[in-house]
């Protein structure tokens, strides 16, 4: 059973900093990628970051305030979110895939988290 277990959300003020965690269980992905999405009300589900065996990626309303890594000894993958604004309220899903590079669309990623919910008041 392949599952992936995201933590860190909650409530943050315009400003503030939270870090996401994504453990994976199950199968290993250090040779393969990891990634965040988020889903806001109303809008479809967007890429956020990935990291894979390519390097890393970032959407442009993220980059230079979000960074994603990885721990492969412990199959984990962090989202760490500084500078915070309301719009990146949303809920925030990991994805992985086990034998594939780095991808920005939805389809990139066979395994998702359930989600965890990110609230940024101003």
């Known amino acids: 059973q392949v599952q992936l277990s995201e933590s860190g959300g909650g409530l943050a003020q315009a400003g503030a900093s939270l870090r996401l965690s994504c453990v994976a269980s199950?199968?290993?992905?250090?040779?393969?990628?990891m990634g965040w999405f988020r889903q806001a009300p109303g809008k479809e589900r967007e890429f956020v970051a990935g990291?894979?065996?390519?390097?890393?990626y970032y959407a442009d309303s993220v980059k230079g305030r979000f960074a994603i890594s990885r721990d492969n000894s412990k199959n984990v993958a962090y989202l760490q979110m500084d500078s915070l604004t309301p719009e990146d309220t949303a809920v925030y899903y990991c994805?992985?895939?086990?034998?594939?590079?780095?991808?920005?669309?939805?389809?990139?990623?066979?395994?998702w988290g359930q989600g965890t919910q990110v609230t940024v008041s101003s």
């Open positions: 994805a992985a895939d086990y034998n594939s590079d780095v991808a920005t669309s939805i389809k990139g990623y066979l395994y």
């Open positions: 199950g199968r290993s992905f250090a040779r393969g990628a």
């Open positions: 990291i894979g065996w390519s390097g890393e």
